[in-house]
C-alpha cells in the first residue's frame, strides 16, 4: 500500500507536498536542502477526533492545485472532503500540525475523482473517474465567489 500516492504539488514556500493516500499526514520534501518530514493529521473514519474528515482508508486524495491564496487544494478520491493544504510560509505562531484541513462533506464513493486542474478564475475542478458529476472548488479569494470569502464545494 501507498502511504503518499500520485504526483506532489509544489507549495507557495517552494516545497513539493504530496497527499495522504493511507498515510494520515501530508508528505514535505524541502528540494533546497533535501529535508523530508511529515504535517498535519487527517483523521481515519473510525477516528471521533475534531480534525481532518471521515475517509475510507487508502487512496483518500488524488492529486493537488496550488491556488493564488497558498494554499494547495487536493481532489478526493475515497476521503468524503477536499484536503486543503497551507503551503505559505511558517510563522512562529501558525504550528505544522494546524495547517492542514478537509472541508466538505461529499458521498461516500470509491475512486469519486482522479486529479484536477486551476481555471483562470482561480476555481479548481476535479474529473470523474467513478462519479457522475464534476467537483468544483471554490475558494474565497475566486473571481466568480459570491460566498462571503467561505471556501465551498460542490458536485456540477
Given amino acids: 500500500m501507498s502511504m503518499w500516492l500520485g504526483g506532489g504539488s509544489l507549495g507557495a514556500d517552494g516545497n513539493v507536498n504530496r497527499m495522504p493516500s493511507t498515510a494520515s499526514s501530508v508528505l514535505r520534501i524541502n528540494i533546497e536542502n533535501d529535508e523530508v518530514n511529515t504535517f498535519g493529521y487527517v483523521k481515519s473514519?473510525?477516528?471521533?477526533?475534531?480534525?481532518?474528515?471521515?475517509?475510507?482508508?487508502?487512496?483518500?486524495?488524488?492529486?493537488?492545485?496550488?491556488?493564488?491564496?497558498?494554499?494547495?487544494?487536493?481532489?478526493?478520491?475515497?476521503?468524503?472532503?477536499?484536503?486543503?493544504?497551507?503551503?505559505?510560509?511558517?510563522?512562529?505562531?501558525h504550528?505544522?500540525?494546524?495547517?492542514?484541513?478537509?472541508?466538505?462533506?461529499?458521498?461516500?464513493?470509491?475512486?469519486?475523482?482522479?486529479?484536477?486542474?486551476?481555471?483562470?478564475?482561480?476555481a479548481i475542478y476535479g474529473i470523474p473517474e467513478n462519479s457522475n458529476r464534476i467537483l468544483e472548488l471554490i475558494p474565497p479569494f475566486c473571481d466568480d465567489s459570491e460566498h462571503g470569502g467561505e471556501v465551498v464545494v460542490w458536485m456540477l
Fill in 45 to 93: 473514519s473510525s477516528d471521533n477526533g475534531e480534525t481532518g474528515g471521515g475517509y475510507l482508508e487508502k487512496n483518500k486524495w488524488q492529486g493537488g492545485t496550488l491556488d493564488k491564496d497558498g494554499f494547495i487544494y487536493t481532489v478526493p478520491s475515497n476521503a468524503r472532503g477536499v484536503l486543503r493544504i497551507d503551503t505559505r510560509a511558517a510563522t512562529r505562531n
Fill in 95 to 122: 504550528s505544522l500540525a494546524l495547517r492542514v484541513a478537509c472541508i466538505g462533506d461529499l458521498p461516500e464513493m470509491k475512486d469519486k475523482w482522479q486529479g484536477g486542474f486551476l481555471v483562470r478564475s482561480g
